[in-house]
């Protein structure tokens, strides 16, 4: 997990690299493909981490491209056997392997029912990139840790050349990167205050919500941590009674419209004395808590620089815990549904 985490920056660097028209990634000429088909209508299915993907994907759809998104689930299409009219819809499936089954199966069926069909994935060979209309290879190369770092972050950079980003603004990317993870001393020595914590709450608004919904899954899969995401806003419509010193908040803030909306939950927080760790490009101390302050990129990158520090301080909670990262209990590389 530590060295996959540390090839982020050279993968973003590779992707960038290979997005053009002739690009390896094949991220041109889906979006080509998908400007010319102008679907009205954005589904995304994933699983998963993947899943934290499709959702900053949706953001993207409807803030960048002003067209409705919504996440599919897949149990509609295999277990209940739904058959939607699907003309001039866009389906993303996304997905580090290619190849569980449920994800097949609803994009065949999104295929048959009219749908223009985009896969992306770290597998060029899989049936989920042979199927799909268009396949988008986020070139991350092998992944061997079961806890995905370097394909969730890889994803994030495909989804967001795919759905209209600008190469030129990415290009900064890996070299803010590459500072992010140079601080993992300072990441180390934060996680040492979670070592015990049996409840965490990770919260974030817009685009930093994938974040901290990837966030708990890290912490879920690999310290053993009970972690619950809340997007900020829902977090004040009822979870906020979790909250007290005992459970600590990682809330990730940047400095876009997102974390200007954040701020009243940040307030709210510090009224109940929370313990909270502020993580992003606009992340400041907090009553009882600390920050990392991050880098300012533009609002629809910055998740790529915010889950750096979170993939850290997993790994390292994990560590200090007694742990193995790198073989959580019960899991697999790759987790085939039905």
Not at 110 to 124: E, I, P
Not at 308 to 335: E, N, S, Y
Request: no cysteine; charged share 20%.
């Amino acid at each position: 997990m530590a060295s996959e985490t540390a090839e982020q920056p050279a993968v973003w660097r590779r992707l960038l690299a290979e997005s053009g028209p002739s690009g390896a990634s094949g991220v041109d000429a889906a979006a080509a493909l998908v400007r010319r088909r102008s679907p009205r209508f954005v589904l995304l299915v994933a699983r998963g981490t993947s899943d934290h993907a499709a959702l900053y994907a949706k953001y993207l759809a409807e803030i960048t491209l002003g067209l409705p998104a919504g996440l599919v689930s897949p149990s509609t299409f295999t277990a209940y056997g739904a058959r939607p009219d699907l003309r001039d819809v866009l389906m993303i499936a996304v997905s580090q392997s290619g190849g569980s089954p449920d994800l097949l199966r609803t994009l065949e069926v999104a295929k048959a029912g009219g749908a223009l069909t985009v896969s992306v994935t770290n597998n060029a060979r899989s049936a989920l990139a042979t199927t799909a209309d268009a396949h988008v290879d986020v070139l991350a190369g092998p992944e061997r840790a079961v806890a995905a770092t370097k394909s969730y972050t890889a994803q994030l950079l495909a989804l967001y050349l795919l759905l209209g980003g600008a190469p030129a603004a990415a290009a900064p990317l890996p070299d803010l990167g590459a500072g992010v993870l140079d601080r993992d001393a300072e990441v180390a020595a934060l996680a040492t205050r979670y070592r015990f914590a049996e409840r965490m709450i990770t919260t974030g608004r817009g685009y930093s919500y994938p974040t901290a919904r990837e966030a708990a899954l890290k912490l879920m899969e690999t310290a053993y941590v009970s972690a619950q995401a809340f997007s900020g806003a829902d977090l004040l419509h009822g979870p906020l009674a979790l909250v007290e010193p005992r459970v600590p908040v990682l809330a990730v803030v940047s400095a876009g419209p997102g974390g200007e909306a954040f701020r009243p939950v940040l307030d709210a927080l510090a009224e109940r004395r929370a313990d909270v760790l502020t993580v992003g490009s606009a992340a400041v101390s907090t009553a009882g808590g600390a920050g990392i302050r991050l880098p300012e990129t533009s609002d629809a990158l910055a998740p790529l620089l915010e889950i750096l520090p979170l993939q850290l301080l997993a790994r390292h909670v994990a560590v200090d815990r007694g742990g193995d990262p790198d073989a959580p209990r019960g899991l697999r590389k790759v987790t085939e549904t039905l």
